[in-house]
C-alpha cells in the first residue's frame, strides 16, 4: 500500500506556528475559523488524520505509524485516546476508522490480503463485520444519529465505486452520472443533505450534494481549485472538505449550497484538510508539517460565509462514458484509496 511514502510526498509546510489559538480569515466579511487546540494520537512519528466529530466532542480517525501500519482512533472530549482500533479481519495492517455518532458507535474500514476494502461497525469492543450485499468491496464513511450510514461500494471488483446511502435496512445507491467513482462521506441526521465527490471522466475530484429528494447538485469547485472533495455535514447544511489549487497547495473548504464558501489554511502549512463538523459549529481537521507528519486540530466556525461561485449545482456535468475503471486491480489502490 505504501501509505508511508503516499503520506511523506503531501507538500510540507513552511513552517508551524504554535499550536493554540490559530486564527485565519479568508475573506471580508465572509467568515472565519479558529483553531481551539491540535493533537495528536500518543507515538513517537505517528500521522494523526482525524474523520468525524460527534456532538459530544468526541473524534474518530486513523493513525499511520512509523512502519506505515494504519490503525483507528477514538479521541474522547476530555483528550483522552481510544487504543488503537484493529479490524479482526485486517491482515496487512490498514484499519481506519471513519465515523461516529453520540453512542459512540464507530464506521470503518479495513484491507485484507487480496487488496480489498471491507467495512465494520464497532460498539464498545464489538465488531460487526459490514459490505453491502453482492458487492466485492465496501467502504463505510460515516454513521449519524439516527443510525444512518453511508459510504462507497464496488459491486464486481473493478474498482469503480457507487455511492449509498443505508437507511432502515435499506441501500439507496447512486452515481454522479459519467463518473469514474462517487462517494458519499456524510448525511445529516435531519436527512436534508448527502455530501462526497466524485471522480470524472478525466480522473479529476470535484464535490457534489445530494438533497432530500435525491437530486444531485455538482460540480462543487471553489475558483482555482484542480481537485475538491466535501467530507461532512452538519444539520445546518454548513459542509466541510478541501480543494487542491495548481500551485501544489491544498486548503480547507467551508461551504453552505448552493454557493457560499470560504477557504481556511492553517497557519504555516501548505496542506490543510478540514473533514467533520458538528452541530455546536466545531470542526475536525488536519495539517502537514514541514517533515510531512499529519496532525489534527480541533477548530470552530465564526460568521457566515458570503456569496461566491462555488460551483453549478443545478447543472449536470456530460461526462463521456467510461472507457476503463479508474482502478484496473483491487490491488493497484495505493494513494487512490478513498480520500481522507
Known amino acids: 500500500m505504501k501509505l508511508k511514502q503516499i503520506f511523506n510526498s503531501i507538500v510540507a509546510v513552511l513552517f508551524v506556528f504554535p499550536l493554540m489559538g490559530a486564527?485565519?480569515?479568508?475573506?471580508?466579511?465572509?467568515?472565519?475559523?479558529?483553531?481551539?487546540?491540535?493533537?495528536?494520537?500518543?507515538?513517537?512519528?505517528?500521522?494523526?488524520?482525524?474523520?468525524?466529530?460527534?456532538?459530544?466532542?468526541?473524534?474518530?480517525?486513523?493513525?499511520?505509524?512509523?512502519?506505515?501500519?494504519?490503525?483507528?482512533?477514538?479521541?474522547?472530549?476530555?483528550?483522552?485516546?481510544?487504543?488503537?482500533?484493529?479490524?479482526?479481519?485486517?491482515?496487512?495492517?490498514?484499519t481506519e476508522g471513519r465515523g461516529i455518532n453520540n453512542s459512540r458507535t464507530i464506521a470503518g474500514d479495513y484491507v485484507i490480503a487480496d487488496g480489498t476494502l471491507h467495512s465494520f461497525f464497532l460498539s464498545g469492543s464489538t465488531f460487526t463485520e459490514y459490505d453491502v450485499p453482492g458487492t466485492v468491496q465496501t467502504n463505510l464513511l460515516s454513521i449519524n444519529e439516527p443510525g444512518d450510514f453511508t459510504g462507497g461500494f464496488d459491486p464486481d471488483g473493478s474498482g469503480v465505486f457507487q455511492a449509498f446511502i443505508g437507511h432502515g435496512g435499506t441501500i439507496t445507491a447512486f452515481s454522479v452520472p459519467g463518473a469514474l467513482?462517487?462517494?458519499?462521506?456524510?448525511?445529516?441526521?435531519?436527512?436534508?443533505?448527502?455530501?462526497?465527490?466524485?471522480?470524472?471522466?478525466?480522473?479529476?475530484?470535484?464535490?457534489?450534494?445530494?438533497?432530500?429528494?435525491?437530486?444531485?447538485?455538482?460540480?462543487?469547485?471553489?475558483?482555482?481549485?484542480?481537485?475538491?472533495?466535501?467530507?461532512?455535514?452538519?444539520?445546518?447544511?454548513?459542509?466541510?472538505?478541501?480543494?487542491?489549487?495548481?500551485?501544489?497547495?491544498?486548503?480547507?473548504?467551508?461551504?453552505?449550497?448552493?454557493?457560499?464558501?470560504?477557504?481556511?489554511?492553517?497557519?504555516?502549512?501548505?496542506?490543510?484538510?478540514?473533514?467533520?463538523?458538528?452541530?455546536?459549529g466545531n470542526i475536525v481537521g488536519r495539517y502537514v508539517d514541514a517533515a510531512g507528519i499529519a496532525h489534527g486540530f480541533i477548530a470552530r466556525v465564526r460568521g457566515t460565509p458570503g456569496a461566491n461561485e462555488a460551483g453549478k449545482p443545478a447543472t449536470p456535468l456530460n461526462l463521456p462514458s467510461l472507457a476503463a475503471p479508474l482502478r484496473k486491480s483491487p490491488s493497484g489502490w495505493g494513494g487512490a484509496m478513498p480520500e481522507r
Open 181 to 280: 467513482s462517487t462517494f458519499a462521506y456524510e448525511i445529516n441526521n435531519n436527512k436534508k443533505l448527502t455530501i462526497g465527490y466524485f471522480i470524472d471522466a478525466a480522473g479529476i475530484l470535484h464535490g457534489y450534494y445530494r438533497d432530500r429528494d435525491g437530486a444531485l447538485h455538482f460540480p462543487i469547485d471553489p475558483p482555482g481549485s484542480v481537485a475538491t472533495v466535501l467530507f461532512g455535514v452538519d444539520n445546518k447544511n454548513s459542509v466541510v472538505g478541501r480543494y487542491a489549487d495548481a500551485a501544489g497547495a491544498t486548503h480547507g473548504l467551508f461551504f453552505v449550497p448552493p454557493d457560499s464558501f470560504f477557504t481556511f489554511d492553517y497557519p504555516g502549512s501548505t496542506f490543510t484538510s478540514l473533514n467533520g463538523i458538528n452541530q455546536r
Open 23 to 94: 486564527f485565519a480569515q479568508q475573506a471580508a466579511n465572509s467568515g472565519s475559523i479558529e483553531v481551539i487546540t491540535t493533537f495528536d494520537y500518543p507515538g513517537t512519528g505517528n500521522a494523526t488524520l482525524p474523520q468525524k466529530i460527534n456532538e459530544r466532542g468526541d473524534i474518530v480517525g486513523e493513525f499511520i505509524d512509523s512502519a506505515g501500519v494504519t490503525r483507528g482512533f477514538v479521541r474522547f472530549s476530555n483528550g483522552s485516546f481510544s487504543a488503537p482500533i484493529v479490524d479482526p479481519n485486517d491482515t496487512v495492517g490498514f
